[in-house]
């Protein structure tokens, strides 16, 4: 795999993610795709990527703006950098209550490519940063 053909790779995932298109977005998926969760566990499987995006399309209305994607010389590892623009819909277990707040969080991944397909995904934001958000705005 080329390293134009990573980014674009990993460039039409965001595409997938941002238009809710989660057909193509889990299409682009190897079926073992390793997923790190940000601050939580590691879960295998397309079908575990399946649930964990289902869960996050019921709790958060989310938008990545100002995406830059990098890559390694062989196309194996990419890097991307992007602005979450985010609703926070129903409340998530563990985390503050929902009622509509927006949020607006840096954050991003880390994957591994193998036969033209993502086989790693680790995302990372500030949680933190995140619940002080949506903290500071169900407060006024």
């Known amino acids: 795999m080329t390293r134009s053909h990573t980014e674009a790779l990993i460039f039409n995932y965001y595409q997938a993610f941002n238009q809710r298109d989660m057909t193509t977005f889990l299409d682009l998926l190897t079926?073992?795709?390793?997923h790190d969760i940000n601050q939580s566990e590691r879960?295998?499987?397309?079908?575990?990527f399946a649930r964990f995006m289902e869960r996050m399309n019921r709790h958060y209305q989310e938008t990545l703006?100002?995406?830059?994607?990098?890559?390694?010389?062989?196309g194996?590892?990419?890097?991307?950098?992007?602005?979450?623009h985010g609703e926070y819909l129903l409340t998530d277990d563990g985390?503050?209550?929902?009622?509509g707040q927006r949020y607006v969080l840096?954050?991003?991944?880390?994957?591994?490519?193998?036969?033209?397909k993502i086989a790693r995904v680790s995302s990372y934001y500030n949680l933190d940063d995140w619940i002080r958000q949506v903290t500071e705005v169900a407060a006024d």
């Open 31 to 34: 079926a073992d795709v390793i």
């Open 43 to 48: 879960e295998i499987g397309k079908e575990a």
């Open 95 to 99: 985390l503050p209550a929902a009622n």
């Open 76 to 84: 194996e590892r990419a890097a991307a950098e992007f602005v979450v």
């Open 106 to 116: 840096p954050a991003g991944a880390f994957f591994d490519v193998q036969n033209g």
């Open 65 to 74: 703006k100002d995406i830059v994607i990098l890559s390694s010389p062989d």
